[in-house]
Nanobody, 114 residues
Framework: QVQLVESGGGLVQPGGSLRLSCVAS????????MRWYRQAPGKERELVAT????????NYADSVKGRFTISRDNAKNTVYLQMNSLKPEDTAVYYC???????WGQGTQVTVSS
C-alpha cells in the first residue's frame, strides 16, 4: 500500500523559499519515478515537476522552471522540492506522487503572501 507523507509547507513572503519533503513507503522507491503536483483553490491539480527513479532526469512545468528544483534521496525514500523566488500564484496544496502507483498523501499547504 502506497503511503506518501508531505511536509515543509508554510506561509512565506513573495521572493522567499521553501523546501518540501515527501517520505514514501509501501513500494520500492528506487524503482519509481516521482512527481510533485499542486492544486490551488478552484483549480485542477497540475503537474509541477518530475524526476526519474535514478534522479538523472528532471522536468518542470514552464511556470516553475528556473525557480523550483526536484531531487531525491533513494536511501531515505524521500523526494524533495526546493522552491525559490516564490510568487503569490505558487499558493496551493502540494502533493507528491509515485508514477504508476495509485495513491495520494495529505499534501502540504504553501501560501505565498505579504
Amino acid at each position: 500500500q502506497v503511503q506518501l507523507v508531505e511536509s515543509g509547507g508554510g506561509l512565506v513572503q513573495p521572493g522567499g523559499s521553501l523546501r518540501l519533503s515527501c517520505v514514501a513507503s509501501g513500494f520500492t522507491f528506487s524503482r519509481s519515478a516521482m512527481r510533485w503536483y499542486r492544486q490551488a483553490p478552484g483549480k485542477e491539480r497540475e503537474l509541477v515537476a518530475t524526476i526519474t527513479n535514478g534522479g538523472g532526469t528532471t522536468n518542470y512545468a514552464d511556470s516553475v522552471k528556473g525557480r523550483f528544483t526536484i531531487s531525491r534521496d533513494n536511501a531515505k525514500n524521500t523526494v524533495y522540492l526546493q522552491m525559490n523566488s516564490l510568487k503569490p500564484e505558487d499558493t496551493a496544496v502540494y502533493y507528491c506522487y509515485a508514477a504508476g502507483r495509485p495513491g495520494w498523501g495529505q499534501g502540504t499547504q504553501v501560501t505565498v503572501s505579504s
